[in-house]
């Protein structure tokens, strides 16, 4: 197919390179950025930029890689200009998203597909061998099924049906656990580096790297660590130096901890009176408090059970 593009972004470029390396007709490029210009350049030598509403009347295929909050305004515009037209496919790569955004498009007879892949782009030729297995959070007409299936084939990818009700909690799944790792590990860098590290990186890809295994492989069991211990003194330590030290990143801490705490409670791997003491120095450092006690009462005598609710 006559491909086109609008928002040569990180995502839309890379896409559109590995479906030129598959055999389709790379025709036209939208960019407004000069990153985005540099992106074609690079990843699509020799395919003209033009308007968004010029790329959509040359292609076959129009893929849309806008951000999220600018894809229904896009659809929008580009359908009322007439540059979408019957028999079209349009496709678009946004997790948040399902069909209802394109809308407009359908209206007028193009055919609609989402189309998100489930990976994190540099924007750069190192982003097409990482497609080959990755996973793209599909959702489409039952009569579009065939055709969104060839062009994940084509992206080297595998296609995971989303429904459309459900498309913002997958997207939401993959931003908790993609993105929100990366400012846990940026974090987790900062305080080495605070503790005298010369390499955090290289200290914690190891760790990390078993860690992530171990957590996909067997889930919330594999948890270690002073918290599913019940180390009480070991956590209260960690909320002290972190205070000291590395201030930014105690918010994140107190709350991935409770959150562990809530999960070692529950399964009962953590006896209620160890957690409700964990429970409370979390509580004293998140107010800002060095003190309190700590045999599972706060200050406002609330039991243990409430305390880790």
Known sequence: MKVGVVGAGRVGAVLSAALRSAGHDVV????????????????????????????????????????????????????????IHEGQVVAHTSGRHGLAVLAPAAEVGARVVALHPAMTFTGTHVDLPRLAGCVFGVTAPAAERELTERLVADLGGTPMWVAEEHRTLYHAGLAHGANHLVTVVTEAMEMLRAAGADDPAGTLR????????????????????????????????????????????????????????????????????????????????????????ADGRSDQGRTPHQEIR
């Open 206 to 293: 190891p760790l990390l790297e078993a860690a992530l295994d171990n957590s996909l492989r067997a889930g919330d069991s594999a948890l270690t660590g002073p918290i599913v211990r019940g180390d009480v003194e070991t956590v209260s330590a960690h909320l002290t130096d972190i205070t000291a030290h590395a201030p930014q990143t105690l918010a994140s801490y107190v709350a991935l901890a409770r959150a562990t705490l809530a999960r070692v409670v529950t399964d009962g791997r953590l006896l209620p009176i160890r957690a409700s003491r964990i429970a409370a120095a979390l509580d004293r450092a998140a107010s800002g408090r060095s003190d309190g006690p």
């Open 28 to 83: 036209a490029a939208a960019g407004e950025s000069d990153a985005s210009r540099r992106r074609i350049s690079a990843l699509l030598p020799g395919v003209p930029v033009a308007k968004p509403s010029e790329v959509a009347r040359a292609a076959d295929l129009l893929l849309l890689t806008v951000p999220d909050d600018m894809l229904a305004n896009v659809v929008t515009v580009l359908a009322a200009a007439g540059a």
